[in-house]
């Protein structure tokens, strides 16, 4: 391989992140296009089964958007999804899974730009980190 | 006191209050001891406390439904009881706590030699169990003496390690990880009927013996236990391979308390860690 680009998975909620993401397009922003979007109604849907099942199945980063804390559709969806995810990154790394790894966002579904921006950063963070080769299911 | 605790148990058989006692009886190495289910009065000579009593008991409560149960407890092992009530697993008029005020547990690896106490009981600060219904007090003179050592001395020497070191380490130890799911089945709050290891459909993650697997399973049981674990430290115990499982239940127990101060298994009246949330809870980790 020429040059490796990485593969990453987003997890985005339906009311906010999606429809930020949806703006960049609109408003047509570039940013690299190494994200696999998966929509789901909210980031408190997110399990962490999802992000170990990502990082085993292939993926180079994982990425959680939702709204904003006191913007979610569900009044307190991203409350209970900040909690599980911020002891889930602490665990992640204490095993030794690079934190640049898993990462979350919160963007609104005005925030085209920052979507636009932070895919961006994200891409080029997880270049540094190079591919996920440790934590990959292997197929023998 | 082994005397108070069969009064209790007679006294409880006889008067109906509960159909079967729980507690610890010896076992046929004549050491160790092993739970025993007594159900008849004339059986309750065989309960016994002493050091050896390690099992977590209340991992058996969910055995007997609709049963009405007494049962011997440590102040470790009422903290599960705690979670337990906690999530509505347990009615608190069907369970009669004897709780004994344990001055620490022997370490069952070095049977039969010195009493050494265990790693666990070392950190460990009140002993006495924070619910029960009658308590017994273990002699003044057989209380072991307590270090005061922290808790977290494992966890925070190996925070200090780099990223790729973690791995390593982490990745030696799951390597010998076999899968047999001990560590599941002894814990007394992994309760679910089917538990996500054995989903096929959609298959979680693998089943083989493998890096990944491993990590994955591993990783997944201390979410589970994520503010829920009270540290009784029987999976570590009973895990054949030697992983220490603790390590990782105690690091997500001391990042729980820095960033959320939620202490699990002290309030039968706290919500649960993840079915609850606080506004201000941290969130620096989030761009």
């Known amino acids: 391989m020429s040059e490796w680009e990485p593969k990453i998975v987003g997890f985005l909620c339906n009311w906010c992140s999606y429809a930020g993401a949806d703006l960049a397009g609109t408003s047509r922003l570039e940013y690299p296009p190494n994200i696999r979007i998966i929509r789901l109604p909210c980031s408190g849907r997110v399990n962490p089964l999802f992000i170990l099942k990502c990082l085993s199945n292939g993926a180079d980063g994982v990425l959680i958007s939702g709204c904003h804390i006191g913007d979610c559709h569900y009044s307190e969806g991203n409350f209970y999804a900040r909690r599980r995810f911020a002891v889930l990154k602490k665990l992640l790394e ?41 934590f990959v299911r292997k197929n023998d | 006191m082994i005397d108070q605790i069969k009064t209790k148990a007679k006294e409880l058989l006889k008067t109906k209050k509960v159909d079967i006692v729980i507690g610890y009886k010896k076992a046929s190495d004549r050491i160790g001891a092993i739970p025993a289910f007594i159900d008849k009065e004339g059986d309750i000579d065989k309960l016994i406390w002493d050091g050896y009593c390690v099992y977590n008991l209340s991992n058996y409560l969910k055995d007997f439904p ?11 092992d009422a903290k599960s009881m705690t979670v337990l009530l906690q999530e509505n697993q347990l009615k608190r008029e069907d369970i009669f706590i004897i709780g ?24 460990c600060k009140p002993a006495t169990p924070p619910i029960y219904d009658v308590l017994i007090k273990e002699e ?44 599941r089945q002894i814990c007394p709050l992994c309760y679910c009927p089917r538990c996500v290891a054995e989903q096929t459909q959609p298959a979680w993650f693998s089943k083989a013996v493998s890096v ?50 939620y202490e699990a298994g002290v309030d039968t009246e706290q919500k649960p860690l993840f079915s609850s949330f606080d506004k201000n809870d941290p969130e620096d980790f989030i761009k």
């Open chain 2, 100 to 123: 004994i005020e344990c001055s620490g547990i022997v370490d069952e690896k070095r049977k039969g030699g010195d009493i050494a106490y265990d790693e666990r009981c070392k950190g």
């Open chain 2, 140 to 183: 003044e003179k057989k209380q072991a003496p307590r270090l005061e050592q922290d808790p977290y001395e494992s966890v925070r020497k190996l925070e200090t390690k780099s990223i790729e070191e973690k791995f390593k380490f982490w990745q030696d130890e799951f390597s010998r990880c076999i899968r047999c799911y001990a560590c």
């Open chain 1, 94 to 134: 204490y095993l030794g899974i690079d934190p640049r790894r898993f990462q979350m966002s919160w963007v609104s579904a005005s925030e085209g730009d920052k979507w636009a921006r932070l895919v961006t950063e994200l891409v080029e963070e997880i270049k540094q980190a190079g591919p996920n080769k440790d």
């Open chain 2, 66 to 76: 609709g049963k009405k149960i007494g049962i011997v407890t440590k102040g470790c």
């Open chain 2, 212 to 261: 990944e697997g491993n990590f994955s399973w591993n990783v997944n049981r201390a979410m589970h236990l994520a503010g829920r674990c009270i540290d009784c430290g029987e999976c570590e115990r009973a895990c054949p391979v030697g992983i220490p499982l603790r390590d990782i239940n105690k690091k997500i127990e001391k990042d729980v308390k820095e960033l959320f101060s």
